[in-house]
């Protein structure tokens, strides 16, 4: 079975600074997806950024970009010149390309953004 | 477009009691999946439905179940509910299975007491 880990479960940026959440998972899969979600206290689960395990090539989503180290089984976010509104959990998801069609989350982030 | 609209938003069930909870899929969007969130155990897949087809389901008592509709709305039931039952439940809608992502809605969030 998959599993997905987030190491830190809080962390804190200055506004308009740069902070990198930190993910990885474990798979004996070589195909699947791997997602950020962010969840605001409104509490919907937000897609911010997704990434194809087949593809070497780092997604990027306006201020939002992930470093994925496929041998390292590692997924980061990173999140540049952070914003008051980026404050919120954010979760790191895997799902298998052929396998189950649900999502594996890790335990989450708090992000906080201090002005 | 409107998105993923989960009803209600509150609920407040005495235990062994039983519950429905709804969900309306985006529109197009034929698979809908159901996840639990607490504190202690994060957010676990319950159950996901295809075209009326449940295709799979997750870790827990059959005291949970769910069915689909042939608009794509979607339904889960618990029954005989239990304390720790209590939770925000949210579902997510997806038009390729999630390949793309789901949209999730805002959830229900249901206290047992």
């Known amino acids: 079975a998959q599993t997905v880990t987030q190491s830190q479960p809080e962390m804190s940026v200055q506004e308009a600074e740069t902070v990198t959440l930190s993910c990885t998972y474990d798979?004996?899969?070589?195909?699947?997806?791997l997602f950020w979600y962010k969840q605001p206290p409104s509490r919907q689960m937000i897609l911010v950024i997704r990434q194809e395990a087949y593809k070497q090539q780092n997604a990027t989503e306006n201020r939002f970009s992930v470093n994925f180290q496929k041998a390292a089984k590692s997924f980061s976010l990173k999140i540049s010149d952070s914003q008051l509104g980026d404050a919120a959990m954010y979760f790191c998801?895997?799902?298998?390309?052929?396998?189950?069609?649900?999502?594996?989350f890790g335990q989450g982030t708090r992000l906080t953004i201090n002005p | 477009k409107a998105g993923v609209t989960q009803t209600p938003r509150y609920l407040i069930k005495t235990r062994g009691q039983q519950v429905t909870l709804s969900c309306s899929p985006i529109s197009g969007h034929r698979s809908v999946s159901w996840y639990q969130q607490t504190p202690g155990q994060g957010l676990q897949f319950l159950f996901e439905?295809?075209?009326?087809?449940?295709?799979n389901k997750g870790n827990f008592p059959g005291r949970f179940s769910g069915r689909q509709f042939s608009n794509s709305r979607s339904e889960m039931n618990v029954s005989t509910l239990e304390l720790g039952d209590s939770a925000l439940y949210l579902c997510a809608s997806s038009l390729d299975r999630g390949m793309r992502g789901y949209t999730f809605g805002s959830g229900t969030r249901l206290t047992v007491v």
């Open positions: 439905y295809f075209s009326e087809t449940q295709r």
């Open positions: 798979t004996s899969e070589s195909d699947y997806y």
């Open positions: 998801a895997y799902r298998s390309f052929e396998g189950a069609q649900k999502l594996v």
